[in-house]
């Protein structure tokens, strides 16, 4: 096992409700190496509030609370928001689902890429344009220096997630959330992203947090799967036994995803389990 | 049941027009279940609007139930063809609830029995009493597009038309969702004409399948043929290949 990245221990997030407090996340331990861990679960199973807790993204009245959450040596527990701003984006990025929506309409894809590199690296304007092209050449795309001053509703969903993974790894994180990153994009597209993803964190040794609702997906592409519900996790495989899950959960949702070549007349639904609710930890 | 007949279809007129779908012919019969796969913008979702009238196409036949259609349609026309679209949080009016969502149809086609309907098409879907007079964000998203197939159906259409229909839906919602399709297909005698990203999902619901690729029906195969990789056109293999998920010895190379 490689060095440890990100270690969490018994992380919870809660928001007061009506009726209590809502438990979104519970219990949640993991730790991440130079590694590729993947987060499956369906809406609502607190995946991605997972990740956003790693991120300090949970905002008020959100409560995040751990036994152990730290981020290299620094401990993210009660961090200020001034210290969060300097840990994204330098050691810790997030790529999100659409990048319709998390790129700034009203400037040039080359800038917001060359902004990121400036202000964590305090480089010179024309050093954050040069490492802002080697990037986007980086991420395939084949003729940066038009794509620079592109904007973002020039450019296809597939190329506006590229531009959001070149990024977030200008300033060289040493991990890479995304969160449903190819969910947005066509069938075809979604491989091309997953490819320059892999190939961008193997060479520079990134850990990587893949949060999904596509169990196939996850399965092929990381090393490891933390199966999520109702805010816990409630089982990890390594990614390439998924097949051989034990969790009633995991293996009911594996029958219920219709399967090329194995035609059944009725999919089998997923019996949800009461018991699946109660805390694990 | 549902013939096309060389159709082309553009956005716009004039040189500006926008060709969306060029020189279409496929052919369904009634009962049959055909899918319709191909990336965005490829022109599948455009072939379905077309079809219900939405939209009006510019050259070629559109004939439904053995009627010849154009983009003006009888009450009768549309009675025939409904269609249930993808996102269900964006296609159910948020200020009704799904009692009025349901009664509106009925009152369009002046049908008898309204009552009766409504109760009948909620519990068609699987959704009982206590659903019928919540507003649209009182619902999951499943129960959503129950309604939205609900209100399809309670025009007793022979043609239903769906656009991704379970492509906003988490898996185990997704297998309810396509299990009640197959279950109505059956009962009523639907003919389908489904489009989707997703090939199983395709697979799993329609005899045959139609590829499509910047406005043109490349291929037309099978579920069984697309299971065995038994695909003639080059475009039909990259989206089997797509399809199969990520591949790390594929990507690399």
């Not at chain 2, 990203?197 to 043109?216: F, P, Y």
């Amino acid at each position: 096992m490689s060095e440890t990245l990100l270690a969490v221990r018994n992380l919870r997030v809660t928001y007061p409700g009506d009726d209590g407090e809502v438990r979104a996340v519970r219990n949640v331990s993991f730790t991440l190496g130079r590694e590729r861990l993947g987060i499956v679960g369906e809406s609502g199973s607190g995946k991605s509030t997972t990740g956003r807790a790693i991120m300090g993204l949970v905002g008020r009245p959100g409560r995040i609370e751990a036994d152990e959450l730290r981020l290299g040596d620094t401990d993210l527990r009660g961090l200020s928001e001034r210290g969060f701003r300097k840990l994204r984006g330098r050691r810790i990025a997030m790529v999100l689902q659409d990048p319709k929506y998390s790129l700034d309409p009203v400037m040039s894809v080359g800038q917001q890429i060359a902004e990121t590199h400036r202000s964590h690296l305090r480089s010179t304007q024309r050093d954050a344009r040069r490492a802002a092209l080697e990037m986007l050449q980086a991420v395939h795309i084949r003729d940066p220096e038009r794509v620079y001053t592109m904007y973002p509703h020039q450019i296809s969903g597939g190329m506006g997630q590229r531009v959001m993974i070149a990024m977030m790894l200008i300033a060289g994180p040493d991990i890479l959330i995304a969160d449903e990153p190819t969910s947005a994009l066509d069938v075809t597209v979604q491989t091309q992203v997953l490819a320059i993803l892999d190939e961008l964190v193997r060479r520079r040794g990134m850990g990587l947090i893949l949060i999904s609702h596509n169990l196939h997906l996850v399965s092929a592409f990381c090393d490891r799967v933390l199966v999520m519900y109702g805010g816990q996790v409630l089982e990890t495989c390594a990614a390439g036994k998924l097949a051989e899950a034990r969790h009633p959960y995991t293996r009911g949702l594996l029958a219920a995803l219709p399967r090329l070549g194995h035609r059944r007349a009725e999919l089998p639904q997923l019996q949800r389990d009461p018991a699946w609710m109660a805390d694990t930890a | 049941m549902i013939a096309l007949d060389d159709v082309t279809i553009a956005y716009g007129t004039g040189p500006r027009a926008v060709v969306a779908v060029r020189n279409l012919s496929l052919a369904v019969p009634e009962g049959e279940a055909v899918g319709l796969v191909g990336e965005s913008g490829s022109g599948k979702s455009t072939v379905l609007r077309a079809i219900a009238g939405l939209i009006p196409h510019a050259a070629g036949e559109i004939t439904l139930a053995g009627r010849r259609v154009d983009r003006r349609r009888t009450t009768a026309e549309r009675k025939t063809t409904q269609m249930v679209f993808q996102d269900p949080y964006g296609s159910l009016h948020p200020n009704q609830t799904v009692d009025q969502i349901l009664a509106l149809p009925v009152a369009i086609h002046r049908l008898d029995r309204g009552e009766a309907r409504i109760v009948q098409a909620l519990a068609e879907v699987g959704l009982g009493r206590e659903h019928r007079y919540r507003y649209p964000h009182q619902l999951s998203g499943g129960q959503r597009q129950r309604v939205a197939i609900a209100r399809a159906l309670i025009l007793e259409p022979r043609i239903l038309l769906l656009d991704e229909p379970t492509s906003a839906l988490d898996v185990s919602v997704q297998a309810e969702i396509l299990n009640l399709l197959a279950r109505l297909r059956r009962d009523h005698g639907l003919t389908l004409l489904m489009v989707s990203h997703d090939l199983a999902v395709i697979a799993h619901l329609c005899e045959r399948i139609g590829v499509m690729s910047n406005g043109l029906l490349v291929e037309i195969t099978t579920a069984t043929a697309m299971a065995s990789n038994a695909v003639t056109h080059d475009y039909t293999r990259e989206l089997l290949r797509s399809n199969a998920g990520f591949d790390r010895s594929s990507a690399m190379g």
